[in-house]
């Protein structure tokens, strides 16, 4: 746990935006520089999230709080190695999304001026089973955390660890899970579901300028209800049309 005063760093480029951020939590807008050149009019970002760590620290401050200017919610924060090494910086890095407007309730007149921020299990998140109750509201009935580097895991090997899309064919769901390529879920108990196989495409170097080199990353799943068989598209790789055998095959 992490509390204390926040001092407001705007968008934490210039040494002068910490002035008085020693011993508080600097809070500094990072623009995601993901969607320049997608959304229309979307800004460069005036600097990195580890510029604005390297002047927090300079100055003094007890943490980053990095407010994630973006349409999508904050991501995880690897420490890096090399000169990616953030945790090398000298503060805490954590990261909160301008869209909960967490900044926003922070900065308004008669806001709070302090913050607590408590670790939670490390996760990149992992599916959850939903119950409709008949009144169009829903209840959580299970999870299923159990695949590599997903939940618990902190920091993770180089890759994406979050699923991306699922789909089910009798007992069995097929997640689309990135770097864990697809996950073969047994939910006949949809309140404990099983991982029952997986598979993963090999490695590759293809589009690196755009993903960095690491494993696979698939993104999508399909199946075919009269074969059992499961597409999937990895973006480094192109597309795999594979067969679930065994326990991973629908019953």
């Known amino acids: 746990m992490l509390s204390g005063t926040v001092h407001d760093a705007g968008d934490g480029c210039q040494a002068s935006d910490y002035s008085g951020a020693a011993g508080k939590l600097a809070l500094a807008d990072s623009v995601d ?60 890095v954590i990261q909160i999304a301008d869209i909960d407007d967490v900044a926003a309730a922070l900065r308004a007149p008669g806001g709070a001026d302090t913050m607590t921020i408590t670790a939670q299990t490390p996760s990149w998140g992992y599916l959850r089973v939903f119950q409709e109750n008949g009144t169009s509201e829903w209840q959580q009935v299970g999870a299923f955390t159990n695949a590599p580097n997903a939940y618990g895991v902190h920091p993770t090997p180089p890759g994406s660890w979050s699923i991306h899309n699922t789909e089910v064919l009798g007992n069995r769901a097929y997640s689309a899970w990135y770097s864990n390529g697809i996950v073969a879920i047994d939910v006949s108990n949809p309140t404990a579901p099983t991982r029952v196989g997986q598979f993963v495409p090999d490695t590759s170097k293809r589009n690196a300028n755009s993903l960095g080199t690491g494993p696979a990353e698939v993104w999508g799943v399909a199946i075919d209800p009269a074969t059992g068989i499961v597409y999937a598209s990895d973006m480094r790789t192109g597309l795999w049309i594979v067969k679930p055998t065994g326990s991973a095959a629908s019953g």
């Open 33 to 92: 520089p993901f969607y320049v050149g997608i959304i229309p009019g979307w800004p460069e970002p005036p600097c990195s999230i580890g510029e604005q760590a390297i002047l927090a620290t300079a100055a003094g401050a007890r943490a980053l709080v990095s407010n994630l200017v973006s349409p999508d919610d904050a991501y995880v924060l690897s420490p890096g190695v090399g000169a990616r090494q953030l945790s090398a910086i000298g503060v805490p």
